[in-house]
């Protein structure tokens, strides 16, 4: 038992320095890791919205981020004209657009 304890117990008297550069070294790889993990990829998706968004044109099939589908009317600056009925167009932001569905091939 005495042999467990003096196992688990701490190093007496150990080198600070190295104590000091250990748990730099231990912040250093979590914030490593949190960045490749989760600040990388939400950048990337951020960049690919806006890529999206710049080419939404007239005529585009989207869907919206409420999940509504629907065609584009017409466009303005911040604003996009979406037609989701017969002779019905509402004005949604473009950061409302989700998604731009792909023209099936024929």
């Known amino acids: 038992m005495n042999t467990f304890l003096f196992a688990m117990s701490p190093a007496q ?11 730099v070294i ?6 490593l890791i949190f960045y490749f993990m989760i600040l990388r990829p939400q950048k990337n998706r951020e960049n690919e919205h806006k890529k999206l968004l710049a080419a939404i ?3 585009d099939k989207i869907v919206m981020t409420n999940g509504i589908h629907g065609t584009v009317s017409s466009l303005e600056e911040d ?3 979406v037609q989701i009925a017969d002779n019905v167009r509402i004005r ?15």
Not at 13 to 23: A, E, H
């Open 79 to 81: 604003v996009v004209v």
């Open 92 to 106: 949604v932001n473009r950061v409302a657009v989700a998604n731009i569905v792909p023209k099936a091939e024929k």
């Open 57 to 59: 044109k007239q005529g």
């Open 13 to 23: 008297g150990g080198d600070p320095t190295s104590q000091l550069l250990s748990t």
């Open 26 to 31: 231990m912040f250093g790889s979590v914030i």
